[in-house]
C-alpha cells in the first residue's frame, strides 16, 4: 500500500511544487482514504475478474467455434439448456450454462468486454424505473408495462 501513496504523493507534488513532499504524501493518504475511492477500489475488484473471464471465454470460444456471429447456433443452444433448466430447476449449472451462451452472443455480436458491467448497471437502472404488475402466477412471465 505505501507505493500507491508515493505514487500519489508523486502526482500530487508533480502538479504542486510548492507543497512539501511529505504534504502531498499526507495529501495521498487522505485521498486514498475517501470512502468514494474505495467504492470504486470495490467496484474495479469485481469488474477486473469478470473482465478476465470474459476475455479468457471469448479467446476460448473463437478457438474452439471460430470467429462468426453463430447467432442461430448460440440461439438453437440457448433453447435446449433452457429445456434442461425446465428438467431441472434446482441445477445452478444448467442456469450458467444459459449466461455463458448469452455472453458468448454477447460479444460476438459487436458487445465490449471491458464494459459489460456499465452496461448491465445501466440496464438494472433502467428496469427499476419501469412498472411492473404482480405476477397472476410463478409459471408466466412478468414483463414491464408498456407506455408508462
Known amino acids: 500500500m505505501k507505493d500507491i501513496y508515493n505514487k500519489v504523493a508523486d502526482i500530487i ?17 487522505d485521498i486514498l482514504k475517501l470512502p468514494e475511492l474505495k ?8 469488474i477486473c ?23 442461430l447456433g448460440i440461439i438453437r443452444h440457448i433453447e435446449k439448456e433452457l429445456k434442461e433448466v425446465e428438467e431441472k430447476p434446482n441445477d445452478l449449472t444448467e442456469w450458467i450454462d444459459v449466461i455463458i451462451l448469452a455472453l458468448d452472443g454477447y460479444w460476438r ?7 459489460i458491467m456499465n452496461i448491465l448497471q445501466a440496464k438494472q437502472d433502467n ?12 409459471d408466466e412471465p412478468s414483463e414491464h408495462i408498456r407506455g408508462t
Open 127 to 138: 428496469n427499476f424505473t419501469r412498472v411492473y404488475p404482480f405476477p397472476k402466477s410463478e
Open 109 to 115: 455480436h459487436g458487445g465490449n468486454t471491458e464494459i
Open 13 to 29: 507534488y508533480e502538479r504542486d511544487k510548492d507543497i512539501a513532499y511529505e504534504d502531498a504524501y499526507e495529501i495521498g493518504i
Open 49 to 71: 475478474p469478470l473482465t478476465k473471464y470474459l476475455e479468457r471465454q471469448k479467446e476460448w470460444s473463437i478457438k474452439t467455434f471460430g470467429n462468426g456471429k453463430r447467432t
Open 39 to 46: 467504492a470504486i477500489q470495490v467496484e474495479a475488484k469485481v
